[in-house]
């Protein structure tokens, strides 16, 4: 496993995949969920920066383990235009460092890779190696643009010292 670039574990680039009980080790970009319906159930996914990203998927992501190594943001969405049907769903999941030396709030939910980025997590436990804002904004080479005005970036019935019950307020740009 690196430690500083990309690792990419999985590479899932077509509709109606599932995927159960699978470990995903990487640092960098390490699963990329890219197209179509995709459903990840009751596994362990590692990483440190936009360690989950893809641009055409819906996915669900429900009962996983996910770890993180170093500072950065969990998710990374590049849906790019509004007619897009795509999500990440994080569903009755645990965030938590790998170890006891990963620091407090260094970590993100994610960030926008494209303008209309759409990411949720619900019902799952954040630990206090998220961020008290949650999300963070990417900037990107052309004008240092934000890409934030159009992201769905939501949380609901998440808890733990990194939810918003405890950390609050979160990113102006999130909900």
């Given amino acids: 496993m690196s430690t500083n670039g990309q690792n990419l574990a999985l590479s899932a680039h077509t509709t109606n995949q599932g995927y159960y009980g699978v470990q995903l080790w990487g640092y960098q970009d390490t699963l990329l ?23 055409t998927a819906t996915a669900w992501l429900d009962n996983i383990d996910i770890r993180t190594i170093a500072a950065g943001s969990i998710t990374a969405s590049g849906r790019a235009a509004a007619t897009n049907p795509f999500w990440y769903v994080i569903n009755n999941s645990t965030v938590d460092g790998i170890n006891s030396t990963i620091p407090a709030g260094d970590n993100f939910l994610g960030r926008p890779w494209e303008p ?20 963070r904004v990417r900037s990107t080479a052309v004008g ?32």
């Fill in 33 to 55: 969920a890219n197209t179509g319906n995709q459903l990840y159930a009751k596994s362990l996914i590692v990483g440190a920066i936009d360690f989950i990203f893809g641009q």
């Fill in 116 to 135: 209309f980025a759409r990411v949720v997590f619900q019902c799952t436990y954040l630990s206090d190696v998220i961020a008290p804002a949650g999300w």
């Fill in 144 to 175: 240092g643009a934000t890409n934030i005005q159009n992201v769905t970036f939501a949380e609901y019935a998440n808890y733990g010292p990194g939810s918003i019950l405890d950390e609050g307020p979160r990113a102006n740009f999130s909900e």
